[in-house]
Nanobody, 115 residues
Framework: QVQVAESGGGMVQPGGSLRLSCEFS????????VGWYRQEPEKEREVVGD???????RYYDFMKGRIEIYRDNAKNTAYLQIKSLRFEDTARYSC?????????WGLGTQVTVSS
């Protein structure tokens, strides 16, 4: 039974940084790709970026340059590092772990950017 759980969210001031974690429970994490998403209030969920099972990260334009996605297979965890946070980054961030077309989602972690 595969499960994923996000952590690391919270309240941060504009310009600050956060590292979000996506912890994987199950076997063979190294075979899974991990995607990061965010959902602002009353908006649809959007993809932030992802990382393949081989460790290649891909970033989508709207946060590109301010984020880094990486993974530590020994810890069964993938990370989303965000810097230079803006008010508009306030959202619920979630991850999924996918293998063979099957994806498991976490419940997300809230990030609030506020002065």
């Amino acid at each position: 039974q595969v499960q994923v759980a996000e952590s690391g969210g919270g309240m941060v001031q504009p310009g600050g940084s956060l590292r979000l974690s996506c912890e994987f429970s199950g076997s063979n994490f190294h075979l899974y790709s991990v995607g990061w998403y965010r959902q602002e209030p009353e908006k649809e969920r959007e993809v932030v970026g992802d990382i393949t099972a081989y460790g290649r990260a891909r970033y989508y334009d709207f946060m590109k340059g301010r984020i880094e996605i990486y993974r530590d297979n020994a810890k069964n965890t993938a990370y989303l590092q965000i810097k230079s946070l803006r008010f508009e980054d306030t959202a619920r961030y979630s991850c999924n772990a996918c293998a063979r077309g099957d994806c498991t989602w976490g419940l997300g972690t809230q990030v609030t950017v506020s002065s």
